[in-house]
């Protein structure tokens, strides 16, 4: 069975681009979330998705968004980007949105921005 | 509001030594408690989560307990290996919120 897939793996951009993550969860998974993980700030929640909606969303600003497609694929996309945006970004899934759910993490896509 | 601490920060052991990882949580209002460790560069490996309503679960040499009235989770590895260097970090579901709390993590290396 495979596991959670984040492409891709690493990715170098410049400030004021913006860039696209992509995450597909364990099969038959229908939640995903997405998480930011600095040396900083440790690990961050973003966002979740469950059933194409977005369910909860961390104190991130609003260059930071998502969107869950019909077949529990997910994207992240960061737009005009900041130094500060370099980080590991994780994508964890969930076979459902209950309380009970645990959760599994792909390998993260390392984002440098120069 | 919820806090996750882990101490230590760091910890190094001769391999074969059984060890104890701890994690506290400032508030028992939580639905369970997951363990996970993380290779440099890599994404997060779950080891074992524990329900609310559970004392503690097993894997291999892996046992996770939960006490919620004194907010304390521990990892006891036993026979610890080379292998079984990472950085180990819980987290928390509370149930006010439906984001996991997290704890900084214990960065393990375990001496041949």
């Known amino acids: 069975k495979a596991g959670v897939t984040q492409t891709p793996r690493y990715l170098i951009k410049t400030r004021g681009q913006q860039v696209t993550l992509s995450c597909s969860p364990i099969?038959?998974?229908?939640?995903v979330s997405w998480y930011q993980q600095t040396p900083g700030q440790g690990l961050q929640f973003l966002f979740e998705y469950f059933s194409e909606t977005q369910r909860n969303k961390g104190n991130f600003p609003g260059r930071f968004s998502g969107r869950q497609f019909s077949n529990s694929r997910s994207e992240m996309n960061v737009s005009t980007l900041e130094l500060g945006d370099s980080a590991l970004y994780l994508c964890?899934?969930?076979?459902?949105?209950?309380?009970?759910?645990?959760?599994?993490f792909g390998e993260g896509s390392r984002l440098t921005v120069l | 509001k919820q806090e996750v601490t882990q101490i230590p920060a760091a910890l190094s052991v001769p391999e074969g030594e059984n060890l104890v990882l701890n994690c506290s949580f400032t508030?028992?209002?939580?639905?369970?408690l997951q363990w996970f460790r993380q290779d440099p560069g890599k994404g997060l490996t779950s080891l074992l989560l524990?329900?609310?309503s559970q004392r503690e679960q097993t894997s291999g040499r892996l046992n996770a307990s939960l006490d919620k009235s004194s907010g304390r989770s521990t990892l006891y590895i036993a026979a610890s290996q080379p292998g079984d260097s990472a950085t180990y970090l819980c987290a928390v579901r509370p149930t006010s919120n439906y984001q996991l709390i997290w704890g900084a993590g214990t960065k393990l290396i375990i001496k041949p």
């Open positions: 508030d028992s209002a939580i639905y369970n």
């Open positions: 964890a899934s969930s076979l459902s949105r209950g309380q009970s759910g645990e959760l599994f």
């Open positions: 524990i329900q609310s």
């Open positions: 099969s038959g998974h229908r939640s």
